[in-house]
């Protein structure tokens, strides 16, 4: 499919759709109505994205986005894990340095993937275990911020999105394989 007219945002979800795709039908496997899918499905997401915005802040998160101690979610994920007696642990391995392209592919995905949070949440609600149903401020982190509009308004402007669009793609694949092996 032809990309030319198309902002970078749009480039990057077609860029990345099989990678997409990849994971959510690899977290579709969790009933999350169920508590130890619930805690599997939180678990995968621990050993990925406290690493991942590790990386994201070594490689300057905060001079591209002044709000980025807002958008960050390890605090909410480990908070509900705590809720439902789990002791987080970190697997993923947060070294190696990140180019800036990469930076901005890796938070692609990590703000695009609070945007189905709420639906998920609504799940999770719906199940028996009250407690579960308590712990769901990672998946409803940012609810009413419009973060997701502040990230695409960044993101579409950005000097190295523009400049380096392979290397957004990169850290957005690399992103995506992270959550797969989850």
């Not at 990345?16 to 169920?34: C, E, G, I, P």
């Amino acid at each position: 499919m032809p990309t030319a007219g198309l902002t970078p945002r749009h480039r990057i979800r077609l860029a990345t759709r099989d990678a997409h795709d990849q994971v959510d039908r690899w977290f579709s496997r969790y009933d999350l109505k169920n508590p130890q899918d619930y805690r599997r499905f939180l678990t995968s997401h621990w050993s990925v994205l406290p690493g991942c915005e590790l990386m994201i802040e070594a490689a300057g998160a905060l001079e591209i986005l002044s709000d980025w101690p807002v958008r960050r979610r390890t605090d909410a994920l480990a908070q509900d894990m705590s809720l439902l007696g789990q002791v987080p642990v970190t697997v993923v391995d947060t070294q190696g340095a990140i180019s800036p392209a990469e930076l901005w592919g890796m938070m692609y995905v990590l703000e695009g993937s609070r945007l189905g949070g709420a639906i998920l949440a609504q799940r999770v609600e719906a199940g028996p275990d009250a407690t579960c149903r308590l712990a769901t401020a990672y998946l409803r982190h940012g609810t009413g911020l419009r973060l997701w509009p502040s990230f695409v308004a960044a993101f579409d402007a950005a000097d190295a999105v523009n400049g380096d669009f392979e290397g957004v793609v990169a850290g957005a694949r690399r992103t995506f394989a992270m959550f797969a092996d989850a």
